[in-house]
């Protein structure tokens, strides 16, 4: 059984030629933040991409729900060693048994990061992004200074279609498409 994108184009061998796009955030979210994240799974999936997360609840869940609810393709990479951990709305369940450490997977995993709001987790993502070259865009989310100087880094975005527009947007020069 293969899945198809939104536009009815390609199949599973396409999947991978797909932008990915992770969105991190806390396992419990504000119904505000989880409105966010749930509107930049739906713009993502929308646009073709494929949503990727840590797969557990909160922003994480959120996200995936709204790409299911255009019918996109959603990957959970979750801490534990239990498939049936993740949120009903991950397709694809990767269960890692490495705890925080699948931060390195989720991002690694990813053309563009979408942070919205977030915890310490949250910020190891970002960091691990920013650190590998991977765009980081963020919705109400942390922003980094050093020595009281703010750093460049996370692109703030005002609502969600403008994350998901520039994380695509980065997403193609990151992956060396135009």
Avoid: Y
Wanted: with cysteine; charged share 15%.
């Amino acid at each position: 059984m293969g899945v198809t994108p939104p536009d009815g184009t390609g199949g599973p061998g396409e999947i991978r030629g797909r932008p990915h796009v992770a969105v991190v955030g806390s396992g419990t979210a504000s119904p505000e933040l989880a409105a966010l994240a749930r509107a930049v799974g739906r713009a993502v999936a929308s646009a073709g991409a494929v949503v990727v997360c840590g797969g557990l609840g909160g922003v994480m869940a959120a996200a995936c729900e709204g790409a299911k609810e255009v019918g996109g393709l959603t990957v959970g990479i979750v801490p534990g060693t239990d498939r049936h951990d993740a949120a009903a709305s991950v397709d694809v369940v990767v269960a890692t048994g490495m705890g925080e450490a699948r931060n390195v997977i989720v991002v690694h995993s990813a053309d563009a990061v979408v942070a919205v709001g977030g915890e310490f987790g949250t910020l190891s993502e970002i960091a691990l992004a920013l650190r590998a070259g991977i765009p980081v865009v963020g919705l109400r989310t942390w922003e980094l200074r050093r020595d009281g100087q703010p750093v460049f880094g996370v692109i703030a975005a005002e609502d969600p279609v403008e994350a998901v527009e520039t994380a695509l947007r980065l997403a193609g020069q990151h992956s060396g498409d135009s």
